[in-house]
């Protein structure tokens, strides 16, 4: 009886277009001049997101569909005040702030929680994306995923148009199914509005997918037929490594294989031999002035699809699963963390039905005894139900096993975690909430070998408020997932107030209060983080706040916060310091902006200052210019303990056309005495076809600078469907 109440109340959207079926071809221009486009039903009446919710879109926006035998075809017409678009980049998957542009988000499953996005821009660049967790938060957006669909932009006199040809093979749905739930967001830039097509509180994230309107198909899309296809790939490069007693050229050579099998229209295995991932982008580096390691995101294309069914459980930093462990290991020769061959990967995940998801994968590593490495094997299993309207209850269990001889003493034999997670989401976003508990089983180990939590947030336009209580056990280990810490307990309290005055100039101010205490099972406190704070946001998407903060520490082991000779932090000493943040944010949309975050104040017993942020330069379509930087100053009690880290890292984007870009990265980081180089050349010649050039380059910058190890890679992707 409860679930039909949840599923009425699900049901209420109260919008729908109608999707027509059509035989005929489509030219693809972005011209909506085809016989198809007139006949269709529109989806208009787009209401504001930015700078109000309240009011309905001040410029017309008009969605069409129509389905053929192989494809989802998508029609956009997008009324504006003139041709003066802001279009940063050519580049394939741009970010929407800062752009013109209309994405479109389809739930093929109508579960609330998943969605696939396909995005356009005035000047035709395509981006297309996943969204996971229902998309209440920006954990669960990514625009990594890349598959093959095509879409084409034409502009008109105060209107441009686009049409987007999407394949079935792209898609995961249920076969025969009669509607899928959708909507749509507008970024018009000249106009400074973002508009919706189904209404969207602005407490609240665009991509949301709780405020979702109907497809309802004339036809209903039926099976794929054959969905096949093998990506296969070449690479060369040469390598040199330049130590005191080495300086050798290495030349390789290698080939691989990805395939794409569809078992169903909803899942799907991945197959991927000897996998090469030289083409992905390095990670932006950051100065770490904790005691803990730090996360970056996953970027290698095989574990992105589907990432949110395996990655999902827990938070970031109690996590059974995090894939990016999967090819990296420590050289324990040099001490410090590389990348490391992966055999193989194989993956079945996707959708059973419109309420079960599975996931299977392995992976296999090579060893380099040498360094101290040995092989892995990597298992994990999951499947997940969707209960109520929008909430979730699952299952994972993972597996890593070393399947050559211990190369090193800190490796773990083998290890297992086994847990499950309830996530709750209330129909309309207001209530919030996830409880989890997971045991790892590790040979030699203690009754410790656990980790739960327990989080609830209720928010509104006016209010959000959030409390949180975790635990993660002296035995627990992750070996495949990601736990900084343990043997802890830790509470967090958040709580959130916004106004939003009725200013020309002003759009929203928030006052935020958080509280984060942690402590020892026995009571003692180890840690806490508080803080307060206020922000202001400007019509013209500028914003200025501060925020003032209340940090204690009690250290479990020694510590060095700015490395180099100075002293040692002892541990069980305690520091009890205060500092404060300030942050500064220019219109995004004019050719210079920037972001501008300096930080004063006490630091352990000692003192800090410093600024983070970056400058933008936008050269519109072709050449974007950007500047990430952090410069803090550190000075600690005794003749070693005066240290300024700095970290800047200039990148250059060169478009040169929608299908050719050329990109370069360079970090220079004193807190590791590193200058990186990364330049990558990628041709599109054909849909998700590639060939890159990368050239990457480390110099160590402790006395001279010496270049450490060099590497140029030519790599060539095709994929083909059979």
Same mark, same amino acid.
């Given at each position: 009886?409860?679930?039909?109440?949840?599923?009425?109340?699900?049901?209420?959207?109260?919008?729908?277009?109608?999707?027509?079926?059509?035989?005929?071809?489509?030219?693809?221009?972005?011209?909506?001049?085809?016989?198809?486009?007139?006949?269709?039903?529109?989806?208009?009446?787009?209401?504001?997101?930015?700078?109000?919710?309240?009011?309905?879109?001040?410029?017309?926006?008009?969605?069409?569909?129509?389905?053929?035998?192989?494809?989802?075809?998508?029609?956009?017409h997008c009324v504006s005040s003139g041709d003066d678009y802001i279009v940063p980049t050519l580049r394939r998957d741009y970010r929407?702030?800062?752009?013109?542009?209309?994405?479109?988000?389809?739930?093929?499953?109508?579960?609330?929680?998943?969605?696939?996005?396909?995005?356009?821009?005035?000047?035709?660049?395509?981006?297309?994306?996943?969204?996971?967790?229902?998309?209440?938060?920006?954990?669960?957006?990514?625009?990594?995923?890349?598959?093959?669909?095509?879409?084409?932009?034409?502009?008109?006199?105060?209107?441009?148009?686009?049409?987007?040809?999407?394949?079935?093979?792209?898609?995961?749905?249920?076969?025969?199914?009669?509607?899928?739930?959708?909507?749509?967001?507008?970024?018009?830039?000249?106009?400074?509005?973002?508009?919706?097509?189904?209404?969207?509180?602005?407490?609240?994230?665009?991509?949301?997918?709780?405020?979702?309107?109907?497809?309802?198909?004339?036809?209903?899309?039926?099976?794929?037929?054959?969905?096949?296809?093998?990506?296969?790939?070449?690479?060369?490069?040469?390598?040199?490594?330049?130590?005191?007693?080495?300086?050798?050229?290495?030349?390789?050579?290698?080939?691989?294989?990805?395939?794409?099998?569809?078992?169903?229209?909803?899942?799907?295995?991945?197959?991927?031999?000897?996998?090469?991932?030289?083409?992905?982008?390095?990670?932006?580096?950051?100065?770490?002035?904790?005691?803990?390691?730090?996360?970056?995101?996953?970027?290698?294309?095989?574990?992105?699809?589907?990432?949110?069914?395996?990655?999902?459980?827990?938070?970031?930093?109690?996590?059974?699963?995090?894939?990016?462990?999967?090819?990296?290991?420590?050289?324990?020769?040099?001490?410090?963390?590389?990348?490391?061959?992966?055999?193989?990967?194989?993956?079945?995940?996707?959708?059973?039905?419109?309420?079960?998801?599975?996931?299977?994968?392995?992976?296999?590593?090579?060893?380099?005894?040498?360094?101290?490495?040995?092989?892995?094997?990597?298992?994990?299993?999951?499947?997940?139900?969707?209960?109520?309207?929008?909430?979730?209850?699952?299952?994972?269990?993972?597996?890593?096993?070393?399947?050559?001889?211990?190369?090193?003493?800190?490796?773990?034999?083998?290890?297992?975690?086994?847990?499950?997670?309830?996530?709750?989401?209330?129909?309309?976003?207001?209530?919030?909430?996830?409880?989890?508990?997971?045991?790892?089983?590790?040979?030699?180990?203690?009754?410790?070998?656990?980790?739960?939590?327990?989080?609830?947030?209720?928010?509104?336009?006016?209010?959000?408020?959030?409390?949180?209580?975790?635990?993660?056990?002296?035995?627990?280990?992750?070996?495949?997932?990601?736990?900084?810490?343990?043997?802890?307990?830790?509470?967090?309290?958040?709580?959130?107030?916004?106004?939003? $005055?009725?200013? =020309?100039? /002003?759009? &929203?101010?928030? *006052? #935020?209060?958080? +509280?984060?205490?942690? %402590?020892?099972?026995?009571?003692?406190?180890?840690?806490?983080?508080?803080?307060?704070?206020?922000?202001?946001?400007?019509?013209?998407?500028?914003?200025?706040?501060i925020q003032f903060f209340d940090e204690f520490v009690r250290l479990r082991s020694d510590f060095n916060p700015i490395g180099d000779?100075?002293?040692?932090?002892?541990?069980?000493?305690?520091?009890?310091?205060?500092?404060?943040?300030?942050?500064?944010?220019?219109?995004?949309?004019?050719?210079?902006?920037?972001?501008?975050?300096?930080?004063?104040?006490?630091?352990?017993?000692?003192?800090?200052?410093?600024?983070?942020?970056?400058?933008?330069?936008?050269?519109?379509?072709?050449?974007?210019?950007?500047?990430?930087?952090?410069?803090?100053?550190?000075?600690?009690?005794?003749?070693?303990?005066?240290?300024?880290?700095?970290?800047?890292? $200039?990148?250059? =984007?060169? /478009?040169? &056309?929608?299908? *050719? #870009?050329?990109? +370069?990265?360079?970090? %220079?980081?004193?807190?590791?005495?590193?200058?990186?180089?990364?330049?990558?050349?990628?041709?599109?010649?054909?849909?998700?076809?590639?060939?890159?050039?990368?050239?990457?380059?480390?110099?160590?910058?402790?006395?001279?600078?010496?270049?450490?190890?060099?590497?140029?890679?030519?790599?060539?992707?095709?994929?083909?469907?059979?």
């Amino acid at each position: 009886m409860i679930f039909s109440w949840w599923s009425s109340i699900w049901a209420q959207s109260g919008k729908s277009v109608l999707v027509k079926h059509s035989d005929q071809s489509t030219v693809l221009d972005g011209k909506l001049d085809e016989a198809h486009w007139i006949e269709a039903q529109s989806a208009e009446g787009f209401h504001q997101y930015f700078p109000s919710d309240t009011a309905d879109a001040q410029y017309d926006t008009r969605v069409y569909f129509v389905t053929t035998e192989k494809a989802l075809l998508v029609g956009i017409h997008c009324v504006s005040s003139g041709d003066d678009y802001i279009v940063p980049t050519l580049r394939r998957d741009y970010r929407a702030g800062g752009n013109d542009n209309l994405t479109i988000m389809i739930d093929s499953y109508n579960d609330g929680n998943n969605a696939f996005m396909f995005g356009v821009n005035p000047y035709g660049v395509i981006r297309e994306g996943l969204i996971s967790g229902g998309g209440s938060s920006l954990a669960g957006f990514s625009t990594a995923w890349d598959n093959k669909w095509s879409g084409e932009s034409y502009i008109g006199e105060n209107y441009w148009s686009a049409e987007l040809v999407i394949p079935w093979t792209t898609l995961r749905y249920a076969e025969g199914s009669d509607r899928w739930r959708w909507n749509a967001y507008r970024f018009d830039m000249a106009g400074n509005e973002r508009t919706t097509w189904i209404r969207i509180p602005r407490d609240q994230w665009i991509f949301n997918l709780a405020f979702m309107g109907d497809m309802v198909f004339e036809r209903p899309p039926q099976g794929a037929g054959s969905n096949i296809s093998l990506i296969p790939y070449v690479n060369a490069s040469a390598a040199q490594l330049s130590l005191p007693d080495v300086s050798d050229v290495e030349v390789n050579a290698a080939a691989g294989i990805d395939a794409k099998i569809g078992i169903t229209s909803g899942l799907n295995l991945d197959v991927s031999i000897n996998p090469d991932f030289s083409q992905v982008e390095v990670d932006q580096q950051v100065t770490n002035l904790s005691r803990f390691e730090l996360f970056f995101p996953e970027r290698r294309q095989f574990f992105l699809e589907n990432s949110d069914l395996f990655g999902s459980f827990g938070r970031r930093d109690i996590n059974p699963f995090f894939s990016r462990r999967i090819g990296i290991a420590t050289d324990t020769v040099r001490d410090q963390t590389i990348q490391t061959p992966v055999q193989y990967g194989i993956r079945l995940s996707g959708k059973l039905d419109e309420d079960w998801r599975v996931g299977l994968l392995n992976a296999q590593t090579k060893s380099s005894p040498e360094l101290g490495i040995s092989s892995t094997n990597y298992s994990v299993a999951t499947v997940q139900r969707k209960v109520l309207a929008r909430s979730l209850v699952s299952a994972i269990v993972t597996h890593q096993q070393l399947t050559s001889d211990k190369a090193s003493d800190d490796l773990l034999e083998r290890n297992t975690v086994a847990g499950m997670q309830f996530v709750y989401q209330s129909v309309d976003n207001r209530w919030n909430g996830t409880a989890y508990a997971f045991k790892s089983f590790t040979p030699d180990a203690d009754n410790k070998e656990f980790a739960h939590a327990l989080r609830l947030r209720y928010s509104t336009l006016l209010y959000q408020i959030e409390v949180e209580q975790s635990r993660v056990g002296e035995d627990f280990e992750a070996a495949m997932g990601f736990v900084p810490r343990k043997d802890l307990q830790r509470l967090d309290l958040g709580a959130v107030r916004a106004w939003y $005055p009725t200013s =020309d100039k /002003t759009n &929203r101010v928030q *006052l #935020f209060l958080n +509280g984060s205490y942690f %402590y020892e099972p026995g009571g003692t406190r180890t840690d806490h983080l508080y803080s307060v704070g206020v922000e202001q946001e400007f019509v013209n998407n500028g914003s200025i706040g501060i925020q003032f903060f209340d940090e204690f520490v009690r250290l479990r082991s020694d510590f060095n916060p700015i490395g180099d000779e100075a002293e040692d932090l002892q541990a069980g000493e305690a520091f009890n310091f205060r500092y404060v943040r300030m942050f500064f944010q220019t219109d995004p949309r004019k050719i210079f902006s920037f972001r501008f975050n300096p930080i004063l104040g006490q630091f352990f017993n000692g003192n800090r200052y410093g600024v983070t942020g970056r400058a933008q330069l936008r050269l519109q379509p072709k050449v974007g210019v950007g500047v990430n930087y952090s410069v803090n100053h550190i000075s600690l009690p005794g003749e070693l303990g005066e240290r300024t880290l700095v970290l800047v890292g $200039p990148r250059i =984007d060169v /478009t040169l &056309r929608k299908d *050719l #870009f050329i990109t +370069g990265f360079f970090q %220079y980081n004193n807190q590791i005495e590193n200058f990186n180089v990364n330049t990558r050349l990628q041709w599109r010649f054909a849909p998700v076809s590639d060939l890159f050039i990368v050239y990457t380059n480390n110099y160590s910058t402790l006395d001279t600078w010496q270049a450490t190890d060099r590497n140029l890679t030519v790599k060539l992707s095709y994929w083909l469907n059979l």
